[in-house]
């Protein structure tokens, strides 16, 4: 049974302040009463304690998962549907395809003073096989260090839906064929008629609102576009750190590539 589609449960969670809805700028919305049609809502659950392990030890981190309202509604909405239908085989197709983002949080948030953040956009084949065809692992990782050894704290956001700049999986795949064939990463999304970046980083903005507000914060990036898109959404005291690892024979090409894009990277970051 999904216990988080069941009311009672999720009415406990509101009573204890573990289930949260902050709208886009971050500020707090009712949870019990549903968004207005084509009003984006983010609903947030947790703090989760989290004991993870990094290269060099140990460290704990508050875990919240977030997802949109209207994806979450629809969902709760198809599942009630499967219910009655005995549909139930179906429940984790409908769960799969929800892009659930995640924060880690290190330090207390209340007490935030120019903390270290990351945006990191989820990489299957980099963050979880440790494939070195892109940078995404050692980043991800050293992010995690970095923040967690922040004497203030600070945090990372995870979108679970940026994989291959936000082309999906199945395309990026196709994509790492069509440059073994001889084409960047950039013209490869193109073959395929898709966009150089696709990611949208609405979600995040609400976060790091939500978490940091309007204060001063250094995100950790090589990515000038990513500051501008936050930028965009009222995050204008972000200080770009250059966020350089996991540069190899493998992947040289690929960060010429986005060097050549406009990531801030030298000659000498790639040697
Ligand atoms: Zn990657």
């Not at 971050?26 to 049609?37: I, Q």
């Not at 977030?66 to 139930?88: C, D, F, I, P």
């Not at 203030?152 to 700049?165: D, I, K, N, T």
């Amino acid at each position: 049974m999904f216990t988080y589609l069941d009311p009672t449960i999720r009415r406990k969670l509101i009573a204890q302040g573990k289930l949260r809805r902050i709208d886009l700028h971050g500020k707090a919305l009712d949870p019990n009463v549903s968004p207005a049609e084509g009003e984006l809502a983010i609903n947030l659950l947790g703090p989760i304690p989290l004991p993870i392990h990094l290269g060099h030890g140990r460290t704990n981190v508050q875990w919240y998962a977030s997802v949109r309202s209207t994806e979450l509604s629809k969902v709760e909405e198809l599942a009630g549907a499967l219910r009655t239908q005995g549909g139930g085989a179906l429940f984790s197709l409908l769960a799969s395809s929800m892009a659930v983002n995640s924060v880690l949080l290190a330090g207390d948030p209340t007490k935030y003073n120019n903390p270290l953040v990351r945006v990191h956009s989820s990489c299957l084949t980099g963050d979880v096989f440790g494939s070195e065809r892109c940078e995404c692992g050692p980043q991800l990782e050293g992010a995690l260090e970095r923040i967690s050894q922040e004497p203030g704290g600070g945090l990372l956001v995870y979108m679970a839906g940026h994989e291959g700049r936000g082309i999906g999986l199945w395309a990026k795949a196709a994509t790492y064929l069509l440059q073994d064939a001889g084409e960047n990463t950039y013209q490869a999304n193109r073959s395929l008629g898709l966009p150089d970046d696709s990611r949208d980083f609405t979600d995040a903005g609400a976060l790091l609102h939500h978490f940091v507000g309007d204060k001063p914060m250094r995100l950790l990036t090589n990515n000038p576009k990513k500051v501008q898109d936050l930028a965009k959404m009222g995050l204008s005291y972000i200080t770009p750190v250059k966020h350089v690892l996991g540069v190899g024979e493998s992947n040289r090409r690929y960060l010429d590539a986005k060097r050549q894009w406009g990531h801030r990277l030298d000659e000498q970051d790639l040697t």
